[in-house]
């Protein structure tokens, strides 16, 4: 769209323009869809992003469908590793009896649940879980990760993001927002009477 109003973000070693997009009246988010930035960006973001996961001997990755599958392929392919689990949030025949936690994000705008197939719990179950995503903005839908991974009988020991947006996730996953490793941090945007838009990193300031 002509004159569509971006934001430039450093997610580790790249740089990308995220179109902005208004959430609310008055807020908008700069918008990652990791699948619109092509294979290189994907592999080199995911061979970064898994380095940072590394020490913590991660045994299988796990991630939310539909945009966090290509970030687990890179990641377990990084990791040296052959297999990842995916969180589903479509209900699908073969998620019929699945084990499924409660989730809402900031892009959906509606209730929605986590979904894993019971068929699959064995490849989890017992195992040093890496959970990924793009981004982490309210951190609902990353609380419901993780709960669900264990509820299933892994073990969450680190949680890698693209990006994170603002700093409201870190009250939401409590404890927990420790195990966030990132490539980078984006802010919320707020409009202002002049049509300006302020950055907004939330109570913990601008990112060091």
Do not use: C
């Not at 092509?38 to 945009?67: N, Q, R, W």
Request: charged share 25%; hydrophobic share 45%.
């Amino acid at each position: 769209m002509t004159g569509e109003r971006t934001y430039r973000a450093t997610v580790g070693s790249q740089e990308v323009e995220l179109p902005i997009v208004e959430v609310a009246p008055g807020l908008s988010i700069a918008l990652l869809i990791s699948v619109d930035h092509g294979l290189h960006f994907s592999e080199l973001a995911g061979k970064e992003l898994a380095a940072l996961m590394e020490p913590h001997d991660v045994e299988i990755v796990a991630s939310v469908a539909t945009m966090g599958i290509p970030l687990a392929i890179e990641v377990t392919r990084a990791l040296g590793l052959d297999d990842y689990a995916i969180l589903h949030k479509t209900p699908k025949i073969h998620l019929q009896d699945a084990v499924a936690e409660s989730v809402r994000s900031i892009t959906t705008r509606a209730d929605q649940r986590l979904l894993f197939d019971r068929r699959r719990i064995e490849a989890v179950a017992g195992k040093r879980v890496g959970i990924v995503d793009d981004v982490i903005s309210t951190g609902g839908s990353s609380r419901a990760a993780i709960n669900l991974v264990r509820r299933i009988g892994g073990e969450p020991v680190v949680f890698g993001a693209l990006l994170t947006e603002a700093s409201g996730w870190q009250a939401v996953l409590g404890e927990d927002a420790a195990m966030v490793k990132t490539l980078g941090a984006i802010p919320l945007l707020r409009s202002q009477p002049d049509g300006d838009l302020l950055e907004d990193w939330g109570e913990g300031g601008f990112p060091s």
